[in-house]
């Protein structure tokens, strides 16, 4: 039964995460706008959301661990985007800039925008699959 249960959501909860995965690409992006030889950096949702889907993409991952100088410094454990290492894809500019920056303000606005558009609509399916299975288990 708990297997039928997590397979009812299986699917979506990959769409819901990519999703998230992608709209911190894409904010990384929006937030390099003025750093010089920054480059816009993006993924190709469709096949990485088949890839989750058949299993390819890892999904547990291990911390990008940070040197210390000092040891005195805190310990510190960054956290890369899981299985996304070899997904990101480069962006090639319309318009490259003098910097040799190639975020695009407009281009990075609409992706991103997209991208939150279709995250809530994700998350939207997931709370309505969760209201139905709900009401199906209540007692008439």
């Given amino acids: 039964m708990i297997d039928q249960l ?3 959501f299986d699917y979506q909860q990959k769409v819901v995460a990519l999703r998230q995965e992608r709209h911190e690409i894409l904010s990384s992006n929006i937030a390099n706008v003025d750093t010089p030889n920054y480059k816009a950096r993006d993924i190709d949702f469709a096949s990485e959301l088949k890839k989750a889907v058949e299993g390819e993409r890892r999904q547990h991952h291990e911390g990008l661990a940070l040197d210390r100088t000092s040891a005195r410094h805190i310990e510190g ?3 890369p985007l899981p299985g996304l290492d070899d997904a990101l894809l480069y962006r090639i500019p319309a318009q490259p800039s003098l910097d040799g920056n190639t975020v695009e303000m407009d281009q990075e606005r609409a ?3 997209d991208n939150a558009m279709n995250y809530r609509i994700g998350v939207s399916l997931v709370n309505q699959r969760v209201k139905g299975l709900k ?6």
């Fill in 135 to 140: 009401e199906a288990m209540q007692p008439e």
């Fill in 77 to 79: 454990q960054g956290d």
């Fill in 111 to 113: 992706q991103f925008l």
């Fill in 6 to 8: 997590a397979a009812a």
